[in-house]
């Protein structure tokens, strides 16, 4: 069973700062693509990072230069580092990770529970 498990979020004031992790678990024989998404109240969810197992980078407008996505491939773990945050930034934010289960399977997206960023004075 493959699990996706967030920490790190959170309350924070304007200009603060967070990091959120996400490690996988479970019988897992590669993973590739990995992401983080935020939904906010009454939107859809929306793509924040993404970064491919080569550690290519891609990035929303609205958080490029102030978001940084990182991995550690033996911890299978994702990170997203948030500086500078805004109260636009408020959502619950998932991570998402694209993974075989064994060397014949196909490739299927998993996604974690969700974790709270508040952004408030």
């Known amino acids: 069973q493959v699990q996706l498990v967030e920490s790190g979020g959170g309350l924070v004031q304007p200009g603060g700062s967070l990091r959120l992790s996400c490690a996988a678990s479970g019988s897992i024989f590669s993973i590739g693509a990995m992401g983080w998404y935020r939904q906010a109240p009454g939107k859809q969810r929306q793509l924040v990072a993404s970064i491919t197992s080569g550690g290519t980078t891609n990035y929303a407008d609205s958080v490029e230069g102030r978001f940084t996505i990182s991995r550690d491939n033996a911890k299978k773990t994702v990170y997203l580092q948030m500086n500078s945050l805004k109260p636009e930034d408020t959502a619950v934010y998932y991570c998402?990770?694209?993974?075989?289960?064994?060397?014949?399977?196909?490739?299927?997206?998993?996604w974690g529970q969700g974790t709270q960023v508040t952004v408030s004075p």
């Open positions: 998402n990770a694209n993974l075989r289960v064994n060397p014949h399977s196909g490739w299927y997206v998993y």
